[in-house]
Protein backbone atom coordinates (compact mmCIF):
# COMPACT_ATOMS: atom_id res chain seq x y z
CA UNK A 1 0.00 0.00 0.00
CA UNK A 2 1.21 3.60 -0.72
CA UNK A 3 -0.19 6.41 1.70
CA UNK A 4 -0.30 10.01 0.87
CA UNK A 5 -0.32 12.54 4.02
CA UNK A 6 -1.04 16.19 3.02
CA UNK A 7 -0.03 19.46 5.19
CA UNK A 8 -0.49 23.29 4.87
CA UNK A 9 -3.72 24.19 4.71
CA UNK A 10 -5.96 26.90 6.21
CA UNK A 11 -7.53 30.19 6.44
CA UNK A 12 -6.17 33.05 4.48
CA UNK A 13 -7.64 36.33 3.25
CA UNK A 14 -7.97 36.84 -0.48
CA UNK A 15 -4.62 38.03 -2.38
CA UNK A 16 -2.77 35.66 0.10
CA UNK A 17 -0.36 32.66 -0.32
CA UNK A 18 -0.26 28.87 0.90
CA UNK A 19 2.21 25.96 0.05
CA UNK A 20 0.45 22.84 0.07
CA UNK A 21 2.75 19.56 0.67
CA UNK A 22 2.10 15.79 0.36
CA UNK A 23 4.45 12.93 1.43
CA UNK A 24 4.35 9.88 -0.32
CA UNK A 25 5.02 6.95 1.63
CA UNK A 26 5.07 2.58 1.28
CA UNK A 27 7.12 0.44 -0.80
CA UNK A 28 7.32 2.39 -3.52
CA UNK A 29 9.13 1.34 -6.36
CA UNK A 30 8.59 4.55 -8.76
CA UNK A 31 6.09 7.24 -8.91
CA UNK A 32 4.49 8.62 -12.67
CA UNK A 33 2.39 11.31 -12.13
CA UNK A 34 1.82 13.71 -9.02
CA UNK A 35 -0.84 16.37 -8.66
CA UNK A 36 -3.53 18.42 -6.65
CA UNK A 37 -7.44 17.79 -7.30
CA UNK A 38 -10.16 20.35 -5.31
CA UNK A 39 -13.77 19.61 -4.63
CA UNK A 40 -15.34 22.89 -3.65
CA UNK A 41 -18.90 22.68 -2.02
CA UNK A 42 -21.35 21.83 -4.19
CA UNK A 43 -19.04 21.31 -7.26
CA UNK A 44 -17.72 18.20 -8.98
CA UNK A 45 -13.48 17.43 -8.12
CA UNK A 46 -11.52 18.58 -10.69
CA UNK A 47 -7.86 18.25 -11.72
CA UNK A 48 -5.95 21.64 -10.39
CA UNK A 49 -2.49 20.55 -11.57
CA UNK A 50 -0.27 17.73 -12.43
CA UNK A 51 3.34 16.76 -12.73
CA UNK A 52 5.50 13.82 -14.22
CA UNK A 53 8.43 12.27 -12.99
CA UNK A 54 10.03 14.29 -15.40
CA UNK A 55 8.99 17.83 -14.28
CA UNK A 56 6.33 18.50 -17.50
CA UNK A 57 3.25 20.31 -15.41
CA UNK A 58 -0.23 21.24 -16.99
CA UNK A 59 -2.93 23.73 -15.09
CA UNK A 60 -6.42 24.15 -14.83
CA UNK A 61 -6.63 27.23 -16.66
CA UNK A 62 -7.77 29.33 -13.14
CA UNK A 63 -5.14 29.11 -11.69
CA UNK A 64 -2.08 29.18 -14.28
CA UNK A 65 -0.12 32.10 -13.58
CA UNK A 66 -0.83 31.94 -9.69
CA UNK A 67 -0.27 28.31 -8.65
CA UNK A 68 2.84 26.39 -9.16
CA UNK A 69 3.74 23.05 -8.58
CA UNK A 70 6.64 20.87 -7.97
CA UNK A 71 8.24 17.59 -6.63
CA UNK A 72 10.71 16.16 -4.86
CA UNK A 73 11.50 12.58 -6.31
CA UNK A 74 14.22 11.79 -4.09
CA UNK A 75 11.63 12.02 -1.28
CA UNK A 76 8.65 11.52 -3.16
CA UNK A 77 7.19 14.74 -2.00
CA UNK A 78 5.04 17.44 -3.74
CA UNK A 79 4.31 20.89 -3.39
CA UNK A 80 1.82 23.48 -4.37
CA UNK A 81 2.73 26.80 -3.91
CA UNK A 82 -0.51 28.75 -4.55
CA UNK A 83 -0.41 32.80 -4.72
CA UNK A 84 -2.79 35.48 -5.04
CA UNK A 85 -5.68 33.17 -3.62
CA UNK A 86 -9.20 33.76 -4.35
CA UNK A 87 -12.47 33.05 -2.46
CA UNK A 88 -13.22 30.59 -5.04
CA UNK A 89 -10.51 28.55 -4.39
CA UNK A 90 -12.06 27.66 -1.65
CA UNK A 91 -12.17 23.82 -1.60
CA UNK A 92 -10.72 20.94 -0.40
CA UNK A 93 -7.45 19.90 -1.73
CA UNK A 94 -6.03 16.07 -2.48
CA UNK A 95 -2.73 14.84 -3.64
CA UNK A 96 -2.78 11.84 -5.63
CA UNK A 97 -0.22 10.17 -7.29
CA UNK A 98 0.21 6.85 -9.24
CA UNK A 99 2.89 4.36 -9.97
CA UNK A 100 4.67 1.23 -9.33
CA UNK A 101 4.84 -0.14 -5.92
CA UNK A 102 5.87 -3.81 -4.18
CA UNK A 103 3.16 -5.94 -2.80
CA UNK A 104 3.48 -7.68 0.50
CA UNK A 105 4.26 -10.76 -2.01
CA UNK A 106 7.48 -8.97 -3.55
CA UNK A 107 5.53 -8.75 -6.91
CA UNK A 108 5.11 -5.27 -8.52
CA UNK A 109 1.90 -3.73 -9.02
CA UNK A 110 0.57 -0.29 -9.78
CA UNK A 111 -0.70 1.91 -7.44
CA UNK A 112 -3.33 5.36 -7.32
CA UNK A 113 -3.44 6.85 -4.41
CA UNK A 114 -5.30 9.56 -2.77
CA UNK A 115 -4.44 11.72 0.47
CA UNK A 116 -7.28 12.45 3.12
CA UNK A 117 -7.15 16.20 1.82
CA UNK A 118 -6.57 19.03 3.26
CA UNK A 119 -9.27 22.25 3.70
CA UNK A 120 -8.39 25.81 2.37
CA UNK A 121 -10.49 28.79 2.93
CA UNK A 122 -9.46 31.92 1.35
CA UNK A 123 -11.40 34.85 2.76
CA UNK A 124 -13.16 37.94 0.63
Known amino acids: QVQLVESGGGLVQAGGSLRLSCAAS????????MGWYRRAPGKERELVTA???????NYEDSVKGRFTISRDNARNKVYLQMNSLKPEDTAVYYC??????????????????WGQGTQVTVSS
Open 96 to 113: NADGTHRSSGGVFRHFDS
Open 51 to 57: ITSGGRT
Open 26 to 33: GSIVSINA
